[in-house]
């Protein structure tokens, strides 16, 4: 413990502060980093030398799938693996490493794409459990990866199995993290932030005890799946959150409310969003926030699905579109609108509040989905990530 002190002390002395992120000083930049967007074209191309290590604490490796046998499952060998099992991606993203020794790499497993009924299955039964810690931790042996992140969307949710994946997902982190105490492996999750969502699928005190870090997943939290028009990610109730459920839609209410369910702050993560949610306004002349809606707008040019869009690609149209753009002095967040196209999304100024609300509240740090949609061209004159250098910023200055 005396030697531990010291070692932080020491470091601290010879760390110039305010530069970059730097996982000692206890403030986490997770970052996600979804590898199919190697497929995107010309300036939505993202490879693992886009990457700069030195602006996150951990790399996520977004993703790796789970069989109902319980072993981990290589998605895109390819991609992955590369030709001969030593020059994929996998392999250049854990050596970023060499450029950064304090970095940490963790392999993500799950997303919504992979869905919810293989954990089910494997969480259900203990040969299978043990099956994925053992697999679990060889891979990440074998690759040279630092951690494992369970992105199982969701407990409880999206299957049609009858089993009690609320305490089966506890039993799981607490095997995983007794096996991986020997390798001192991290153990972090990926959870579904709402209350509404996270009181159908965790035991928040219970998971807290094994999980290294928490990423809150504050954002989806109005989407084209609704009849009028809404914020992605609120950093604060509005005006028009007149209900009781409504009033639980941002991320400050998403942050008391795992607080309050046991959550330890310092393990908390803000997960905030490098993308917006685009709509079709049901009438170009109502443009507010809360007017209706026919549906998804209009697809990023380079991701390809409707009713979202990365913030590069957002920027890039702006530079030769003429959007309205409009701040929401309440709810903390930007949104713009184009004819009938109407998005919500963060800037730099939202996505710095967001990061100051984390440090403010001393949580563990901010999580960002996804690398790969910042401006990391400077496309936009905002230099290089300009919204992962918002939050370094905001996070490593004095
Ligand atoms: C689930 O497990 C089965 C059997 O191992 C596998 O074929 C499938 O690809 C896995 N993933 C999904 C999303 O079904
Ligand atoms: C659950 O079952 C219903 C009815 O059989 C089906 O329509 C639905 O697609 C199933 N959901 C999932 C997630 O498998
Ligand atoms: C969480 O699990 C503990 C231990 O099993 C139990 O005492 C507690 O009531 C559970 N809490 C919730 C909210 O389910
Ligand atoms: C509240 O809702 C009304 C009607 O949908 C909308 O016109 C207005 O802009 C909203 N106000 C705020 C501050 O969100």
């Known amino acids: 413990m005396i030697l531990k002190i010291y070692v932080l002390i020491v470091l601290g002395v010879l760390c110039p502060k305010g530069e970059t992120a730097d996982a000692d000083n206890g403030k986490y930049v997770v970052c996600y980093q979804g590898t199919w967007a190697t497929y995107r074209q010309s300036n939505g191309k993202y490879d693992v030398n886009n990457i700069d290590p030195f602006l996150c604490t951990h790399l996520m490796y977004a993703f790796f799938g789970i069989e109902e046998s319980g072993e981990l499952r290589i998605t895109d060998p390819a991609l992955d693996l590369g030709e001969n099992g030593e020059d994929g991606y996998i392999s250049k993203f854990n050596a970023l490493k060499l450029q950064n020794p304090s970095l940490k790499t963790i392999a993500a497993v799950g997303g919504w794409n992979e869905g919810s009924r293989n ?27 630092d951690g494992l992140d369970m992105d199982w969307e969701y407990p409880n949710q999206r299957h049609n199995l009858t089993f009690d994946d609320k305490n089966n997902f506890v039993t799981l982190l607490r095997e995983l993290k007794e096996g991986f105490k020997p390798f001192q492996y991290i153990l972090t999750a990926a959870v579904g932030a709402s209350p509404a969502t996270a009181s159908i699928s965790y035991n928040i005190t219970e998971i807290s005890k094994y999980l290294d870090i928490i990423n809150v997943m504050a954002y989806d939290i109005h989407g084209t799946w609704e009849s009028v028009t ?18 639980q839609l941002n991320l400050d209410a998403i ?25 079709t306004l049901a009438d170009a002349a109502q443009h507010s926030v809360g007017s209706p809606s026919s549906g998804a707008g209009i697809a990023g040019q380079y991701s390809g699905e409707a009713g979202s869009i990365g913030y590069m ?86």
Not at 329 to 346: N, R, T
Not at 363 to 391: A, H
């Open 230 to 247: 809404g914020y992605n990610a609120p950093l604060y109730a509005g005006p028009n959150d007149t209900t009781e459920a409504s009033r």
């Open 313 to 398: 690609e957002l920027c890039e149209r702006m530079l030769t579109e003429q959007w309205q753009v409009e701040w929401d002095e309440a709810q903390l967040v930007p949104y713009a609108y184009l004819g009938q196209q109407w998005v919500s999304f963060d800037n730099p100024r939202s996505i710095g509040l967001k990061a100051q609300y984390a440090k403010d509240n001393n949580l563990g740090g901010v999580m960002v989905w996804s690398l790969e949609t910042d401006d990391f061209r400077n496309l936009c004159s905002g230099g290089k990530y300009p919204l992962l250098q918002t939050i370094n910023r905001i996070l490593f200055e004095q």
């Open 255 to 279: 942050i008391k409310y795992w607080l309050a369910q046991g959550a330890p702050r310092e393990k908390l993560v803000a997960g905030v969003p490098f993308y917006g949610h685009t709509f």
């Open 119 to 145: 954990f089910s299955i494997v969480a259900n039964d203990p040969e299978r459990r043990q099956r994925f810690v053992r697999s679990a931790v060889q891979f990440i042996q074998r690759h040279g990866f």
